[in-house]
């Protein structure tokens, strides 16, 4: 079935530095990847998503890309900043065979920036 | 504001009871997905309704139970209450069934004593 591997956290990292949050998948389809963050106390929101191998999603800073031969859509950003601290969620979504959407979201890395 | 809205937004209560948790989508939404985020399990799916009909099933427990209504709200009932049952349980919402971006709401924080 389809998983989703994200690197273990928390991540702790100081302002301005550069993030990276890896992030692979299995899939038996042709999957749709997102990242999502959870700030403190709320619920989940999309940060960014690519539909298709080689597309770059991109928001508030963030990006990553889609890469189909290595499984992969890691996060990065060039300069985190505090308000960044977050837990961030790598997800795939699927229509398998004859079957309905299913999104499989990996574990969750925390970021703590630290000023 | 994901548009998406949950009641309660806390929970307390004994093992042993039955809570019903509260959904409603965003506006023109068609499909309302339940998850449960625990600190041991993670963000695991529950169930996915689309237009009232039951689409997908995760890892639900026999003694959880959901529906979505003709007007699309959607509740998830949970029953015989254990310690482990207390989580955050989220719902999202998508525009149809086919579609990717899920929108998520703020959240039931329930707690079992």
């Known amino acids: 079935g389809d998983s989703v591997t994200q690197m273990e956290g928390p991540v702790t990292l100081s302002e301005e530095a550069f993030l990276t949050i890896n992030c692979t998948y299995t899939?038996?389809?042709?999957?749709?990847l997102f990242w999502y963050v959870q700030y403190p106390g709320e619920g989940l929101q999309l940060l960014l998503k690519?539909?298709?191998?080689?597309d770059k999603g991109s928001n508030k800073g963030f990006e990553a890309t889609y890469r189909k031969e290595t499984t992969s859509f890691h996060l990065e950003k060039g300069s985190v900043q505090v308000s960044d601290s977050a837990v961030y969620f790598c997800?795939?979504?699927?229509?398998?065979?004859?079957?309905?959407?299913?999104?499989?979201f990996g574990t969750g890395t925390k970021l703590q920036v630290i000023p | 504001d994901s548009g998406v809205t949950q009641t309660p937004k806390h929970l307390i209560t004994a093992t042993g009871q039955r809570v019903t948790l509260r959904c409603s989508p965003r506006?023109?939404?068609?499909?309302v997905y339940w998850y449960q985020q625990s600190l041991d399990q993670g963000l695991q799916f529950l169930i996915h309704?689309?237009?009232?009909?039951?689409?997908a099933k995760g890892n639900i427990l026999e003694r959880f139970s959901a529906q979505q209504f003709p007007d699309l709200h959607s509740e998830l009932n949970l029953s015989s209450l254990e310690l482990g049952d207390s989580a955050l349980y989220f719902c999202?919402?998508?525009?149809?069934?086919?579609?990717?971006?899920?929108?998520f709401g703020p959240g039931t924080r329930l707690t079992v004593l």
């Open positions: 999202a919402s998508s525009i149809r069934q086919s579609t990717d971006t899920q929108y």
């Open positions: 506006s023109g939404d068609l499909s």
């Open positions: 997800a795939l979504s699927d229509v398998p065979s004859g079957g309905y959407q299913k999104v499989t």
């Open positions: 690519a539909t298709k191998a080689d």
């Open positions: 309704y689309y237009n009232g009909e039951e689409r």
């Open positions: 899939a038996t389809g042709y999957p749709s």
